[in-house]
């Protein structure tokens, strides 16, 4: 999964070579042998990698609050959402749910990493919600939405069908 992610996120960023991934361990963790030697693991480590090889670090935050948040989430990300057991699956999305209340975007009202990786992690998530959930996880519903449109995000994963009459109150179409 991981490593999808990876190569959905060199895509997104533009950049034209791709690298060449493995992954250690149980968990498998992916591995990157950059060009000059050095071995980066881990998925955080490598897509911060890749932000700044594309030369856009605007997505790490542009103030130390922010690069905080993105980190906060990324964190969050590999924490919590990845390898979540089934039954936890609810508590994250309410706490998503909860934290997504006042925001567009998981750093604030900012486009960053922690957005792109958050969708790739809660994508396997959301495309299996019914309608009445979608609608239950109101915020999470339409920031993922947002986000699954963002120009270059989504790239192999199947688009989310989100009923925008049942889930967003009417005049906000």
């Not at 991934?21 to 992916?30: A, I, L």
């Not at 609050?65 to 980190?71: H, K, S, T």
């Not at 994508?123 to 239950?136: D, G, P, T, Y």
């Amino acid at each position: 999964m991981a490593l999808r992610e990876l190569s959905s996120l060199e895509k997104c960023l533009g950049l034209k070579k791709p690298n060449k991934y493995s992954t250690q361990g149980e968990r498998k963790v992916p591995v990157l042998q950059n060009n000059n030697g050095a071995v980066l693991v881990g998925l955080v480590t490598i897509a911060s990698h890749l932000v700044h090889e594309a030369k856009k670090t605007e997505l790490l935050g542009n103030s130390a609050e922010e690069r905080a948040l993105v980190q906060q989430w990324l964190e969050y990300r590999i924490a919590r959402v990845d390898n979540c057991p089934k039954d936890e699956l609810k508590v994250i999305l309410k706490e998503l749910n909860h934290y997504l209340e006042d925001k567009v975007y998981i750093a604030g009202n900012v486009f960053t990493l922690a957005d792109i990786l958050m969708y790739y992690g809660i994508h396997h998530i959301v495309v299996e919600l019914a309608i009445q959930e979608k609608e239950r996880y109101l915020n999470v519903t339409r920031w993922f939405d947002h986000i699954q449109h963002y120009p270059g995000v989504r790239h192999n994963l199947p688009p989310v069908v989100v009923l925008r009459n049942r889930v967003y109150p009417s005049g906000h179409h």
